[in-house]
């Protein structure tokens, strides 16, 4: 090899060591597979996929806790329609066990999704992102109203116990609850772009098959299973029964005060 030759491999083997830092190929691989990965989970935590005011690291946690109070507030409905269809009494005090358990869940998540909207406002800089589009903060609102006013409204005794404003305001916390799973998917994710999802006549049809099967389990259940308050009458009955059966047993009477007891009853 010739002394020309010598040089000019040294040249390029210094050319080929200072473009690839020094590293060998496959550390160099594995890094940017590692940066990468940093990037897409930033992405999926801060990124631009869904509007600002829903794309949060909190969604999974919030999307659960707001699953749990929308399942007490369909409880509460479906216990009502059900007592009302059935011509069945409603029991108060479960009523207000649920209502309290729904109220306790709704006032922190409110609190926790507020909160971690301010820090990301103010700290993260996000907060002219989560005003555009106009129509998206609007939606916000509505979700919102549509949860803490009724929650706040059910705080009220006289509210509990009409059972008109009762079931109205659980199907208010229901329809904002719903609101604030399905805008995320649907609203405020990718806003920009202008495609659109029709599902498969197959969808729709195991959709409404799911939905069926689930009638007609709740339906089965309480007409088998002792789930929802036996008519009044039947408690009245007992009441006559154990105490010819057991005169000798002092019956506790506690609330009949503030009942309303039916000419049979006596």
Same mark, same amino acid.
């Given at each position: 090899?010739?002394?020309?030759?010598?040089?000019?491999?040294?040249?390029?083997?210094?050319?080929?060591?200072?473009?690839?830092?020094?590293?060998?190929?496959?550390?160099?691989?594995?890094?940017?597979?590692?940066?990468?990965?940093?990037?897409?989970?930033?992405?999926?935590?801060?990124?631009?996929?869904?509007?600002?005011?829903?794309?949060?690291?909190?969604?999974?946690?919030?999307?659960?806790?707001? @699953?749990?109070?929308?399942?007490? /507030?369909?409880?509460? #409905?479906?216990?009502?329609?059900?007592? =009302?269809? !059935?011509? +069945? %009494? *409603?029991?108060?005090?479960?009523?207000?066990?649920?209502?309290?358990?729904?109220?306790?869940?709704?006032?922190?998540?409110?609190?926790?999704?507020? @909160?971690?909207?301010?820090?990301? /406002?103010?700290?993260? #800089?996000?907060?002219?992102?989560?005003? =555009?589009? !106009?129509? +998206? %903060? *609007?939606?916000?609102?509505?979700?919102?109203?549509?949860?803490?006013?009724?929650?706040?409204?059910?705080?009220?005794?006289?509210?509990?116990?009409?059972?008109?404003?009762?079931?109205?305001?659980?199907?208010?916390?229901?329809?904002?609850?719903?609101?604030?799973?399905?805008?995320?998917?649907?609203?405020?994710?990718?806003?920009?772009?202008?495609?659109?999802?029709?599902?498969?006549?197959?969808?729709?049809?195991?959709?409404?098959?799911?939905?069926?099967?689930?009638?007609?389990?709740?339906?089965?259940?309480?007409?088998?299973?002792?789930?929802?308050?036996?008519?009044?009458?039947?408690?009245?009955?007992?009441?006559?029964?154990?105490?010819?059966?057991?005169?000798?047993?002092?019956?506790?009477?506690?609330?009949?005060?503030?009942?309303?007891?039916?000419?049979?009853?006596?």
């Amino acid at each position: 090899m010739t002394a020309r030759g010598a040089a000019l491999l040294a040249v390029l083997a210094l050319a080929l060591t200072s473009c690839g830092g020094g590293k060998p190929p496959a550390k160099v691989d594995a890094e940017k597979e590692k940066a990468e990965a940093l990037e897409r989970a930033r992405h999926d935590a801060f990124g631009t996929q869904v509007q600002a005011l829903w794309q949060t690291p909190l969604l999974p946690l919030l999307y659960m806790w707001a @699953a749990a109070w929308i399942g007490v /507030a369909t409880t509460i #409905g479906a216990m009502m329609l059900s007592c =009302t269809a !059935w011509k +069945l %009494p *409603m029991d108060q005090s479960i009523l207000d066990e649920l209502v309290e358990l729904m109220l306790k869940l709704i006032k922190w998540w409110v609190i926790v999704r507020l @909160a971690d909207i301010v820090i990301r /406002a103010i700290f993260l #800089g996000q907060f002219f992102k989560m005003l =555009t589009p !106009w129509y +998206l %903060p *609007m939606l916000f609102l509505a979700e919102m109203l549509l949860i803490a006013i009724p929650a706040w409204r059910l705080q009220r005794p006289e509210v509990r116990n009409n059972h008109y404003q009762l079931w109205m305001n659980c199907f208010y916390i229901v329809l904002g609850g719903l609101g604030y799973r399905f805008d995320p998917t649907t609203f405020a994710y990718r806003h920009w772009s202008r495609t659109y999802y029709t599902p498969a006549i197959a969808e729709i049809l195991i959709s409404l098959g799911f939905i069926s099967f689930c009638i007609i389990a709740y339906t089965a259940a309480v007409k088998r299973l002792p789930i929802l308050p036996a008519p009044v009458e039947q408690w009245y009955e007992s009441e006559h029964y154990y105490k010819k059966i057991y005169p000798y047993i002092q019956l506790s009477g506690h609330g009949n005060e503030n009942q309303y007891r039916p000419h049979y009853a006596d």
